[in-house]
């Protein structure tokens, strides 16, 4: 231990760990979205993308091989940002109600706000729908933040954006919730596009993307394009970023390069194998196992990229020690300050880049996707009118490891449910002045690595939850006494940062 700061941070985080970590419930859905508590204005030039042909009927011309939607309409069919969410319009019931739905591939249940609540602006209105039926069984979801609870029904719905006509879905209509609609969001409900495992109350309840694929014929495949890459993160903005969701298939100008591919481990989260992870070009070199510890998944309902503790320290000291700023103040690692640089003096240069090694499908073979500073040295505007402050987009988690918003913003993900695998691609707009902010590159070994880095998921053994609940009253206490010891003067000498800023104070300011 360099000194008793580092201590502490140590101390805290090994509670942290023992105490969320071992007492999250199986099931707890990672939806953990950064509240919207920065002001910000986020524009975004998507005219590169803009359909460069239409066909009249909207269905004739394909780029899907069964013909039946032309990929280019879903272009740019969704907004939002990392920090609060990425949502697409649908009209919802007949006559169709309009609302916004936050995608999220780390849950498998389409659930829509359907009595008012002070964060959002409309509701679904059951009794306006004349097809809309209940089926009188009660659903609840607990998510890493917030919960709701409702009943089960189903009713039509279609989407302006993504023409595959009119479907019938099973809906979640959330009458009382917890945490989960936050100050700022613009949508009022979440579709859910994991597999029926995750589905609440069970897996008999038939995920949307299911439906779809069982309705329309269409390909059991979707991709995910999300563009806040190097935008300012915030709430209020009045021009959210953008990105396209397509449903059944791929589109080829949302991405550059060549496709990757890793095998879906297990169908239930879209659970990938992790192999290696370097910071600048330094192999972290922990046992692969620890990357994949309990579970890694590819979620676009989470912002930041999450990682096990033992594995976010080690990405740390990396960072610490690969940038100029040693001396940086652990609140920034923690996510409870912002660093702020004087205007102009963009930061990244400081930092490194980020790879991720995954199992190509080839099992003998992986690649890498990697991320520049861009991403993961989030720009938070309207703090100072003298400085530019950022946030650090890693964080621990007691959960796994989730790729998160903050990596996906860098690439064009394709969900190929059809062969059990997801792909990776730079993105065509992950890129910053021409040059780009996410790479792909392979085939690496996997040779020296495990052959199985994602097996023993310890944490979904019954057992342990006995014991994690035992253990939750004593955390509670030290938790306490560590966060008194954490609030103590800071004796910041960060060189580099102009300033840093706490956040929480930011919030409460903002907040009014
Ligand atoms: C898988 O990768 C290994 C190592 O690169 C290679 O020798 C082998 O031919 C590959 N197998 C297939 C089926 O492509």
New binding site residues.
Partial sequence: MKNSYEMRLVLWAFWLYSCTGTSNTLFTIPLKIFVGKFNSSVNLDLSHLKRTETSDSGLSLASDPTGLVNFLDMVDNLKGDAGRGYYLEMLLGAPGQKMNILVDTGSSNFAVAAAPHPYITHYFNRALSSTYSSTGRAVAVRYTQGSWAGELGQDVLSIPQVPIGSITINIASILTSDGFFLPGVNWQGILGLAYSTLARPDSSVEPFFSSVVRETGLPDVFSLQMCGAGLSTGGGGADPAGGSLILGGIEPTLYKGSIWYTPIKEEWYYQVEILKLEVGNQNLNLDCKEYNADKAIVDSGTTLLRLPQNVFSAVVEAIAQTSLIQDFSEGFWLGTKLACWLKGETPWRLFPKLSIYLR?T????SFRISILPQLYIQPITDIDDGLDCYRFGVSSSANGLVIGATVMEGFYVIFDRANKRVGFAVSTCAESGGSALAEVAG?F?AVGVGSDCAGGALLREPWLWAVSYALMATCALVLLLLLLLLLLPCRCHGNLPAQLTDQSSLIRNRIK
Avoid: K, L, R
């Fill in positions: 190509a080839n099992a003998s073979q085939p070994g």
